[in-house]
């Protein structure tokens, strides 16, 4: 578990580490290809807001396998683990 509180809409992501295909033996390299980054919630925080004047959860929780935004996305190394940070909004989606 990480030591970052995120704060204010945030969250805060782990990504997960991707297996090679293989076809029997042999290991098919993914050479070229963009692949879609995928993370896990490691942290959640609220979003306050100002018309209500009240803290709203967040739809999403912590163990939620979710893609990691490209472009917005912090990118940190805390004590040797790689995290993402990036805005509740900015996910795109959720996988079940």
Request: proline share 6%; no cysteine; hydrophobic share 30%.
């Amino acid at each position: 578990m990480s030591k970052l509180q995120p704060m204010n809409g945030y969250l805060i992501l782990k990504p997960i580490e991707e297996e090679e295909q293989t076809y029997g033996n042999i290991v098919i390299p993914d050479l070229g290809k963009e692949k879609p980054e995928i993370g896990i919630v490691v942290a959640t925080s609220g979003t306050y807001n100002f018309n209500s004047d009240k803290l709203v959860p967040s739809s999403l929780q912590e163990g939620d396998k979710v893609l990691i935004p490209k472009l917005g996305s912090l990118r940190i190394t805390v004590e040797g683990e790689e995290y993402y940070i990036t805005k509740e909004q900015d996910v795109y989606s959720k996988f079940n």
